[in-house]
């Protein structure tokens, strides 16, 4: 499941091709593919190009979900913060 939208850590500016394929997973990068053709259905784009279709969705769908979920996050944390402070 995508649960954030941050560089792939293998995406550098020098590459370690052994690194790559030590941590090659052909069911990751099969899921991937399979997303990303999600997304051009989804969002079919006029230029007919994948480029920018995870970008776009990491604006417009994934991030703003992340964005609310932090806040609840913070939310839950200072609620049991008040509940550990009211049990001691």
């Not at 954030?4 to 069911?27: A, G």
């Not at 784009?45 to 806040?71: K, Q, V």
């Amino acid at each position: 499941m995508f649960t954030t939208c941050k560089p792939n850590r293998l995406m550098t500016n020098s590459f370690d091709y052994q690194e790559i394929l030590n941590n090659w997973s052909v069911k990751l990068e099969q899921q991937k593919a399979d997303f990303l053709e999600h997304l051009y259905n989804v969002y079919r784009p006029s230029n007919h190009t994948y480029t920018g279709l995870w970008e776009r969705f990491c604006i417009t769908e994934a991030g703003p979900i992340m964005r609310d979920r932090y806040f609840e996050m913070l939310e839950a944390a200072k609620q049991y913060e008040a509940l550990q402070k009211q049990n001691n």
